[in-house]
């Protein structure tokens, strides 16, 4: 008996080099051929689970329609990490104006959150409680969850034993697709397997 997770990263989006954290851009012509692209290869999905931004859940409504998946739902968990004074702005007035503060960022984010915004622990902590939720309710099953890189990275350091301080080094590019097994034995506690990470076009 196993249980079946996809993870998928949204597409490009609107708005250019932003910190895109919870700013809710809509994707791009580009972002939504991507995500065509990358959830071709997808096995039948039996329910998705999204983050409630535009570049997650528009797609996600529409794959469910197309593939008559009845269970497509938002979990606001799954949003990626808040900004705080950055959300919003371009990547390059940041470096310009705060260049110490956003390099102690890129270095470590767990210990150097942005300005009064989201540390990373939050977010592992309340991403860890949707994961447990989606198990629970999917055992057995092929769930979809369509998130943000930072989410995907918190799901993929929980199944490896990772601390964040590594899962920060892992690729999620735009539309990125990665699969996770669970196997079930009466008795033994559940093993995931991460089957593979596969960036689009790779």
Known sequence: ??????????????????????????????????????????????????????RCAEFAQQFARQN???????????MEIDFGRWEGQAVAAVQQREPERLQAFWDNPLTAPPPAGETMAELQQRVRQSWQQILQQGREQ???????????????????????????????PHACLSRIDIYHQPGKTDWPQLIFHQPLNQ
Do not use: Y
Not at 9 to 33: A, E, K, V, Y
Not at 68 to 78: A, F, Q, T, W
Not at 146 to 167: F, Q
């Open 68 to 78: 008559k998946i009845p269970s497509c739902n938002e979990d606001k968990r799954l």
């Open 142 to 172: 092929h769930s979809l969850i369509i998130s943000h890189g930072g989410v995907i990275r918190c799901i993929l350091a929980e199944v490896l034993g990772m601390s964040l301080a590594p899962a920060s080094r892992l690729s999620v």
């Open 1 to 54: 008996m196993s249980t079946r997770i996809s993870l998928l990263r949204h597409g490009h989006c609107h708005g250019g080099n932003i910190f895109r954290g919870q700013t809710d851009s809509p994707l791009s012509d580009m972002g939504w051929q991507q995500l065509q692209t990358a959830s071709a290869s997808l096995e039948p999905v039996d329910q998705i689970i999204c983050s409630p931004l535009r």
